[in-house]
Every structure is written in C-alpha cells, then in structure tokens.
C-alpha cells in the first residue's frame, strides 16, 4: 500500500512526518480538470488528431527506435534539433544553427532548465500579469523569487512600465508570454527589444526568455521574436510541438537561444532526459510539418469568426493572436463556465475577475459552445 491508497486522516498523519520544503507544505498539484466531456475547449489543444498518414509514420519511427531501446538514446539529440531549426526556418525565416536548439519533455520543462541554470536562491524572476499560472511553479520549484509587474487594461506590456519594473527588481531571468496566455496578446518587438535594452542593465546579466508556445497562430504581420535573437546573447525563444503542432500528448518543448545559453542548460538537464521514443515521435511529426500547417490556418480562421461573433454580442474580447479567445465580462463567471459543462462544453475559468478562456475547436465544437454560451448567457 503506498500512501496514497491511505485514508485522508492516515495520510496526513504521514505526510506531517515528512520533512517536505515548508513552502510546499499543503499545496495541491497544479492542473486543469480533466473531466470527460464531449466539447474540450479548455486546454488549448489543437483539436485534430494526427491523419492516418502521420500516425503510420509516427508507429514506424517508434518501431525502429525500439529495435535500440536497450541502449541509452542520443543525450544531444542532434537529429532532432536539426529537424527543429529546419522547421523554424521554415515557419519563420529565421536560419539557426542546430547548437542555438535546445528541447525537453515539454515547453514546461525547457522553462525548469532555465530557472534551474539561471534563478536559483537570492535571484529574482519577473512576469507581466496576467500570464501563465506554470511560471510561478517553476520559480518556486527553484527557489528563485517571483515578482509579477502589470500589464496594461488592453493587456499589453508598457515597454516604460516593464523597463521600470526590470531596473527595480534586478531580475536574472524576465519571463514574456508572446502571445500570451490567457489573454492572446502578441508583444510588438519593439516591446521585446526595449525589455532586452533594459535587462542589459540588471547587475549581473539577465536572460529575457519570450515564450512562443502559440507562436505559429500569431495573425500576419505579428513577427516572431526570433527575429532579432542574432543581436540579443541574453534572448530565449521557446516553442512547443504541444498546441500548433497538435502532439501534446508526445511532451516536446523547445527554444532557440545563442549556444552559450544553450550549454548553459546542457549543464542542468538530466541525463538522457528525452527518450529515443520521444525523439522518434517528435522527428516523425516533424517530417509532416507542411500539412500540419494547414490546419493552423483553419484554426486560425475559426479563431477570428469566434471573436467576431463574441463581439457582435456586445461581449469583450481581448485582441488575440493564439488559438484561444478570452472573452467576458460576467458578474458571476463560475455560473457561466458551469451552465457550459452542465452543456458538455468544458472552457477555463481563468484570467482576471469576470473573464472566461474558450480555446479554438472544430467548426461543430465552436456551434456546440455558441449555442450553449446563448442559452446560459441569455445573448
Ligand atoms: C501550453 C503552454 C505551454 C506549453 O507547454 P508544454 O509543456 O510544451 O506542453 C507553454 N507556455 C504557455 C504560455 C502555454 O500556454
């Protein structure tokens, strides 16, 4: 019997006999419900599966990886971040040398390895709120300080506000979702690029990690902070193969970064940490890359017919540039979000007081949340 099988009373009586971190002490893990509902527009997953095509490509990739699975796989994995920086080319025009690559099981993990390389104990981390809720896990998880400053009422970054905030707080490591989460804000570059003028102040060096991981639904016209990584040795730009690409399920994130910055998480990753099934699965994905892609463009599509329509109903909605639309605002939220689950479609109550998140669906999903929203709503 392990302790979770104990009973609530028995566990605790365990658990208080355990020497746990006293910051962790009574804190729940973090997740989204996942409950088994017909309409999943909660965790901002692309709703298609993978085709048949790349799935039979995928079985035989994870098939010759097996045939070697008694030996450890490639700790560099350079194939894999090969076929990475050709795919960022691809999407974003940007050339980068397979040593600017860095991956991990999932985007999540990429950001625990720069927390780990640069946060730590007596260092500070910085985010614009509000953002996503897994930043402050990874600093706590590290020990590192964690200070939020604000963003503005449309949601964007004041570059004046974030450079103020920078000199003030002295962080090693500035976090900036782009687009964000929940709210779908894409920061101009100018945006980014006075953040790295004021990082370059911070005593001590301080990395500005720009967080893509809805990078490729950004509307045309939004660039991609990759843009400027040639001229910013302090610049971390991650990816994830999780929402775009439709391959959650595989846990694989990853960035791009000047390869000093890339050897420095090379230092505190564990070893072997991305299987050769991983690495199999994400490179045969991957190798599909192009048909991918045209689902994002539907998704995209459907994302700018949801905001239209929310706004037709005298809703608010905050601009976005990733597959999810915050939308609000309702005096009692929670009974919204719950008259949709009582209608099978599950969203997010997340984001500031009165908002709601609906990630972007299938066609059929999105009339399934639309007809449910105006009947609990009353639109
Ligand atoms: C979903 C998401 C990620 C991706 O996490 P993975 O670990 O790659 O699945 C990263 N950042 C943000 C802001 C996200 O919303």
Not at 298 to 324: I, K, M, P, Q, S
Request: proline fraction near 6%.
């Amino acid at each position: 019997m392990t302790v979770a099988d104990l009973p609530e009373r028995a566990r605790d009586r365990a658990s208080a006999e355990l020497p746990l971190r006293t910051e962790l002490r009574g804190l729940e893990p973090y997740g989204a419900p996942q409950l088994d509902v017909p309409v999943l527009l909660n965790v901002n997953e692309n709703p298609y599966p993978p085709s048949h095509a790349v799935v039979a490509d995928i079985a035989a990739a994870v098939a010759q990886a097996a045939r070697g699975l008694n030996r450890y796989p490639d700790r560099d994995f350079l194939a894999l971040r090969r076929d990475l920086a050709t795919y960022l080319e691809r999407e974003s025009g940007v050339a980068l040398d397979p040593t600017r690559i860095w991956a991990a099981n999932g985007s999540n993990e990429v950001m625990l390895h720069l927390l780990q390389a640069f946060g730590g104990p007596g260092r500070t981390a910085l985010s614009f709120a509000p953002t996503y809720s897994m930043y402050p896990e990874y600093a706590r998880d590290t020990s590192t300080t964690w200070v939020v400053g604000r963003r503005e009422e449309d949601f964007t970054v004041d570059p004046v506000v974030a450079a103020a905030a920078i000199e003030r707080h002295q962080p090693s490591v500035v976090l900036l979702a782009s687009p964000n989460n929940p709210t779908g804000t894409a920061l101009p570059l100018a945006t980014i690029e006075a953040v790295l003028e004021a990082a370059r102040g911070v005593v001590g060096g301080c990395v500005v990690v720009v967080d893509e991981a809805y990078g490729e639904f950004r509307r045309r016209g939004t660039p991609s902070a990759l843009e400027v990584l040639d001229r910013h040795p302090a610049l971390a730009v991650s990816r994830t193969m999780s929402k775009a690409f439709g391959l959650a399920g595989a846990r694989l994130g990853y960035l791009a970064a000047a390869p000093a910055l890339v050897d420095a998480l090379r230092v505190v990753r564990l070893p072997y940490h991305l299987s050769a099934v991983t690495q199999a699965v994400a490179r045969a994905a991957l190798a599909h890359s192009t048909e991918l892609m045209a689902l994002v463009g539907a998704l995209r599509a459907e994302r700018d017919t949801t905001v239209a329509w929310l706004r037709a109903r005298g809703l608010r909605v905050a601009d976005t540039d990733a597959n999810f639309v915050l939308f609000g605002t309702f005096d009692d939220r929670h009974a919204i979000w719950q008259g949709l689950l009582d209608r099978g479609v599950l969203i997010r109550e997340t984001g500031p007081d009165g908002w709601l998140r609906v990630s972007i669906g299938t066609p059929e999903e999105m009339v399934a949340f639309k007809d449910a929203l105006v009947e609990v709503a009353g639109l």
